[in-house]
């Protein structure tokens, strides 16, 4: 792996995680039923799909 591409990687993470630090940062809000709803049945109706496309 490049030397340059990790310096700047290390750079970034750092930048992101002081950002975090700050006593002012707002953390998003975390997932609710409705997302984790969506996060469960568009894969679920995409497998579905999937499967009814292989027997058609």
């Known amino acids: 792996m490049d030397n340059g591409f990790e310096r700047e990687l290390d750079l970034q993470v750092g930048e992101r995680i002081a ?23 568009v894969p679920a109706v995409s ?8 027997v058609l």
């Open 19 to 41: 950002l975090m630090e700050e006593p002012g940062y707002e953390f998003p809000q975390a997932l609710g039923k409705a997302d984790w709803a969506f996060i469960v049945v």
């Open 47 to 54: 497998l579905c799909l999937l499967a009814l496309g292989a």
